[in-house]
């Protein structure tokens, strides 16, 4: 399978913390993008990084890219309790034209 | 006003009907796709299209069918065939310069 994994599973942190979470892929990629699902909602793109990049940011997020270790992360800096939500990534493979997403990070922020 | 539209937001079905979910994007994207999610999961895929009257399928096709008559429509029909089709359902739709894929809002399907 070409499925991203999001790690960890869950994370839980204060207000004004930052948070990391972490994707792993199997294949070579295009590209991956970053995903937050608030609950009952849809997904809101985040950010796009493509294979030949290593570090993007847009406001409060930065994404890195490790092609060689083929995983990414998500900072999300000086967290605000209106992040809590749940994060996905996605992966789209050098071949074919679908998408691979993993199971996701649930944060919660605290007040 | 652009974006990708879904409705019903909430669908309720009995045993042994069919019905359809309706997706209807502005964005002039010709890729568009349909998935599936399930409490605490990630998505899969059922169908997906990139260019009007094609499709495939995709993971989880089983008791699904999917037509594509309009590039801004792509709507989605959960056969009696789909043994477990309680779940939410999202539609996405493509850009086709850095494959960015954008979301509905998605609609959330009940069986009674």
């Known amino acids: 399978s070409q499925q991203g994994e999001e790690d960890p599973q869950a994370l839980s942190i204060q207000e004004g913390e930052n948070a990391t979470m972490n994707c792993s892929y199997k294949?070579?990629?295009?590209?991956l993008q970053w995903y937050r699902q608030n609950s009952g909602r849809g997904l809101v793109h985040l950010i796009l990084?493509?294979?030949?990049?290593r570090e993007k940011h847009s406001g409060r997020l930065r994404v890195t890219l490790d092609t060689s270790k083929k995983s990414s992360s998500l900072l999300i800096t000086a967290s605000r309790a209106a992040d809590t939500a749940s994060y996905f990534c996605?992966?789209?493979?050098?071949?074919?034209?679908?998408?691979?997403f993993g199971t996701g990070t649930s944060l919660t922020v605290i007040p | 006003d652009g974006g990708i539209t879904q409705s019903p937001k909430y669908l309720f079905r009995k045993e042994g009907q069919n019905v359809t979910l309706s997706c209807e994007q502005n964005?002039?994207?010709?890729?568009m796709y349909w998935y599936r999610q399930d409490p605490g999961q990630g998505l899969r895929l059922i169908y997906y299209?990139?260019?009007?009257?094609?499709?495939q399928k995709g993971d989880i096709a089983e008791g699904y069918s999917v037509s594509r008559e309009k590039k801004e429509s792509f709507p989605l029909t959960v056969t009696s065939a789909q043994k477990n089709p309680t779940a939410f359902y999202l539609c996405?739709?493509?850009?086709?310069?850095?494959?960015?894929?954008?979301f509905g809002p998605g609609t959330r399907l009940t069986v009674l």
């Open positions: 996405a739709s493509t850009t086709a310069v850095y494959n960015e894929q954008f």
């Open positions: 964005l002039n994207h010709d890729a």
């Open positions: 294949t070579s990629i295009n590209n």
């Open positions: 299209s990139q260019i009007v009257n094609d499709f």
């Open positions: 990084i493509r294979s030949n990049e």
């Open positions: 996605a992966t789209d493979a050098k071949t074919g034209n679908q998408f691979y």
